[in-house]
């Protein structure tokens, strides 16, 4: 099946310090690739919808100059929380979906990554 | 706008049993998809089974299958002969291209399996 490969897994940072996390489709084109947050014991948040060569779309109440998306390529998006606070620290999940049906409409996701900022 | 809701926070099985995890959705669409995914404690989101509501068909993947009644916009899933590795959160999701492509999650169930 399609796999989606997000790096890191866990990276710690430091206050007012900023990080990327990547997130690959590794089998297939993806045209489209979505970003989570995701607090404990609750359900995935939609961050931003990022589209190959465009701009990412974000969800309200989402900071687009805080969390940076770009999709450069049909099998890259990326995150980059800028001027990381200890409230950023979360879970963070990416997932693609692809060309048509290639992925058969299924939407495949990254592993996940925890980001901890101290 | 579409939303998704799942009513049981928290279930609980008996290892070999069957249960059974609600999940409801409003929607004015005709054509769309529904998803039932899996994330264990490694977080890891798992594809468990999937329903094109164009199919009347129920759709069914090994111990899992769903009840999917369209006009009731009702979607549960039942597991038969749970099992341990069955243990996890279990999410409900509504996707349609009329939606950006998007998925819509329900809250989540945890579903604990005793043995």
């Known amino acids: 099946g399609a796999v989606v490969s997000q790096h890191p897994s866990r990276v710690i940072c430091k206050s007012g310090t900023s990080v990327k996390i990547e997130c690959r489709s590794l089998d297939f084109q993806a045209t489209t690739m979505f970003w989570y947050r995701q607090f404990p014991k609750q359900s995935l948040m939609l961050m931003a919808t990022s589209n190959e060569g465009s701009k990412a779309t974000y969800e309200q109440g989402v900071e687009k100059d805080k969390f940076l998306i770009n999709h450069a390529s049909l099998t890259l998006s990326t995150l980059t929380v800028t001027s990381a606070h200890p409230e950023d620290s979360s879970f963070y999940i990416c997932s693609a979906r692809g060309l048509a049906d290639t992925a058969g409409n299924t939407i495949y996701f990254g592993e996940g990554s925890w980001l901890t900022v101290v | ?115």
């Open chain 2, 1 to 115: 706008a579409q939303t998704v809701t799942q009513s049981q926070p928290e279930m609980s099985v008996q290892e070999a049993e069957t249960v059974t995890l609600s999940c409801t959705y409003d929607t004015s669409e005709n054509n769309y998809y529904l998803f039932w995914y899996k994330q264990p404690p490694s977080r890891q989101m798992i594809l468990v089974i999937r329903q094109e509501a164009y199919k009347q068909q129920n759709a069914t993947e090994n111990r899992f299958s769903v009840n999917f009644q369209k006009a009731a916009k009702s979607f549960s899933l039942k597991i038969s002969d749970s099992q341990l590795g069955d243990t996890a959160m279990y999410f409900c999701a509504f996707f349609s291209y009329n939606q950006g492509g998007k998925l819509i999650f329900g809250q989540g169930t945890e579903l604990s399996v005793k043995p």
